[in-house]
Each structure stands twice: as C-alpha cells, then as structure tokens.
C-alpha cells in the first residue's frame, strides 16, 4: 500500500490550494484519513482527520478555512486550503489506517505518504 500527495505549491496569502492523497496497493478497505504538516523547524502537527463515515475534525488553526474530503471510489482523500496565511507554509503529509492484507490475511496498518510542499508567500 502507498498514499501519494500531490497539490502543494506556491500561493500568495488569502490564496487557495487543493491537495490530493491518492492510496493505492491491495486495500480492502480505507478507514481514518488524516493530513499533518511540518513547517521549517518545528514539530510534525496534525490539521485534520476524516472518518470512514466522512465525520471531520479540525486543528484550531485551521478552522474555517480548510475542508477535509474523500473519495471512496477513487481512493482519494482531499484537503482544501482558502484564506492561506504565512504560518500555514509547511511539508503536509497523508495519513491513514488501512485494512489491507498481510500474508494474504486481513491486517489493519497505518500509512503515510510522503508529503508535499505549501508555500505561502505574505
């Protein structure tokens, strides 16, 4: 299994993004999804999780602003960033638990993908 993130890139603040975390592999089935981000010389900090049931939850930081989203069908989780500020510039990263197969038996694991770059400029 591999969750790839696409979308980052360089905004002007107020401006948005649209970021994509396709996971492909032998998926069974797609439960949490979670984007983090890690800006220059900090921690790793969560921004967002959606559920299986598609139930949402917000870092502060980015409530009202953001919009975490999924596509079953299509593997696909999205993150859609408006209002982006200077301190939103980071590496943002997908995260999720999967059931999957192990030794061809079901096996829930945790993935994450390899991160993309947002850049706000101020």
């Known amino acids: 299994v591999q969750l790839q993130a696409s979308g980052g890139g360089l905004v002007q603040a107020g401006g948005s993004l649209r970021l994509s975390c396709v996971a492909s592999?032998?998926?069974?089935?797609?439960?949490?999804m979670l984007w983090y981000r890690q800006a220059p010389g900090k921690e790793r900090e969560w921004v967002a999780t959606i559920s299986s049931s598609e139930n949402t939850n917000y870092a502060d930081s980015v409530k009202g602003r953001f919009a975490i989203s999924r596509d079953n069908a299509k593997n696909t989780m999205y993150l859609q960033m408006n209002s982006l500020k200077a301190e939103d510039t980071a590496v943002y990263y997908c995260?999720?638990?999967?059931?999957?197969?192990?030794?061809?038996?079901?096996?829930?694991?945790?993935?994450w993908g390899q991160g993309t770059l947002v850049t706000v400029s101020s």
């Open positions: 995260n999720a638990d999967i059931l999957t197969r192990r030794l061809g038996m079901p096996y829930n694991s945790n993935f």
């Open positions: 592999g032998s998926i069974l089935r797609l439960n949490s």
